[in-house]
C-alpha cells in the first residue's frame, strides 16, 4: 500500500508536465473543458485558489470535501502548488466519462485509510473462499437444484483466507488498495476493469448463503452487469457494491474461478 507521504516519488513526474502547460491547463472530456484561468476578454478570474479548485474538483467527483482536503495536503507534502498542482489532479483522474484513472484513486484511497486510522474507524474481518475450495465451476441450472453451501461450509472454512479492512471500504476497494497479506492475496483472484462504475462484472463475487440476508439483494442496475458474470449464483453480487460495515464482520465471500470482461471488448479511443 502506498501511504500518502510516498507520493512524492510518483507525482514529480507529472510535476514535470503539469508546469510545461502554456498558457493555461487544460483537461478536457468530451463535454467539458476546464481552464487554469479565465480569458483576458472574459469574466473577473475566481478568487478561488488554485488549491481551492482542486478541491473541488475532487468533490465533483464525489468525494467528501475532508478527502478531498486530505488529497491536496498530500500533493502539497510532495512539493506540488499551485497551477501545477491544480493541473496534476486533473492529470491523475483520467478520463473521467469512462472510469479510466490516471493515480487518483491510488492516492484518494490512501488518504481514506490514513483518515480512518486518525478518526480510529473500526476494521471489519471477512473470509474469501478460493474457487478450488468451492463448486464454482460452470454447470447448468438444473445441476444446481438442491445443492447449499451449508454442505461444504467446514471446508470452505478451512481453505477461506482471512481480510481486514476499515468500514466504508468497498471489497473492490480492499482488493486493490487495502493493506496486509489478506488484501494482496484477494487482489490476486478480483479485478475491477471499470474503475468501480458498474460498468463490468469483473468484481463479481458470491455470497455465503448464511450472510446474504445481511449483504442484500442486488438493485437492477446490478443484476444487469450480474447477468453478464461468470457463472452467477442466487446470491452472486458486485464486488464495488458490497460495503463494509459492522454488521457484516466476518462474512463468508466466495471468489469465482474466472471472470467475463466485456470492457476488453469495447473500442476505447486513446
Known amino acids: 500500500m502506498i501511504g500518502t507521504t510516498q507520493w512524492s516519488r510518483l507525482v514529480l513526474p507529472l510535476r514535470s508536465a503539469a508546469a510545461k502547460k502554456v498558457p493555461a491547463f487544460y483537461y478536457t472530456t468530451p463535454n467539458l473543458v476546464f481552464r487554469g484561468f479565465a480569458r483576458s476578454s472574459g469574466p473577473a478570474p475566481s478568487e478561488e485558489s488554485p488549491e481551492d479548485k482542486a478541491r473541488t474538483f475532487i468533490v465533483s467527483l464525489g468525494h467528501e470535501q475532508r478527502i478531498a482536503k486530505g488529497v491536496v495536503d498530500a500533493l502539497s507534502a510532495s512539493g506540488l502548488g499551485g497551477g501545477a498542482l491544480l493541473s496534476t489532479v486533473r492529470i491523475m483522474s483520467g478520463r473521467v466519462e469512462i472510469?479510466?484513472?490516471?493515480?487518483?484513486?491510488?492516492?484518494?484511497?490512501?488518504?481514506?485509510?490514513d483518515l480512518s486510522r486518525k478518526e480510529g474507524k473500526k476494521a471489519v474481518k471477512f473470509w474469501c473462499v478460493p474457487p478450488d475450495a468451492w463448486d464454482s465451476a460452470?454447470?447448468?441450472?438444473?445441476?444446481?437444484?438442491?445443492?447449499?453451501?451449508?454442505?461444504?461450509?467446514?471446508?470452505?472454512?478451512?481453505?477461506a483466507f482471512l481480510v481486514e479492512a476499515f468500514q466504508g471500504m468497498s471489497i473492490t476497494d480492499v482488493a486493490k488498495f487495502g493493506e496486509g497479506k489478506g488484501s494482496e492475496v484477494l487482489r490476486e483472484y478480483i479485478e475491477?476493469?471499470?474503475?468501480?462504475?458498474?460498468?463490468?462484472?469483473?468484481?463479481?463475487?458470491?455470497?455465503?448463503?448464511?450472510w446474504?440476508?445481511?449483504?442484500?439483494?442486488?438493485?437492477?442496475?446490478?443484476?444487469?452487469?450480474?447477468?453478464?458474470?461468470?457463472?452467477?449464483?442466487?446470491?452472486?453480487?458486485l464486488a464495488c457494491n458490497i460495503v463494509l460495515t459492522e454488521k457484516l464482520d466476518g462474512v463468508m465471500i466466495k471468489l469465482p474461478r474466472g471472470a467475463n470482461n466485456m470492457m476488453d471488448h469495447i473500442p476505447f479511443e486513446d
Open 212 to 237: 446474504f440476508g445481511q449483504v442484500g439483494d442486488a438493485e437492477e442496475a446490478e443484476q444487469d452487469m450480474l447477468d453478464l458474470a461468470y457463472n452467477p449464483k442466487r446470491t452472486s453480487r
Open 99 to 113: 472510469g479510466e484513472d490516471a493515480g487518483l484513486e491510488a492516492l484518494i484511497a490512501a488518504v481514506e485509510q
Open 138 to 159: 460452470e454447470r447448468e441450472d438444473s445441476e444446481e437444484e438442491g445443492q447449499s453451501d451449508n454442505e461444504d461450509h467446514d471446508k470452505m472454512q478451512e481453505a
Open 192 to 210: 475491477c476493469a471499470c474503475s468501480g462504475i458498474m460498468a463490468c462484472s469483473t468484481c463479481h463475487v458470491v455470497i455465503g448463503d448464511k
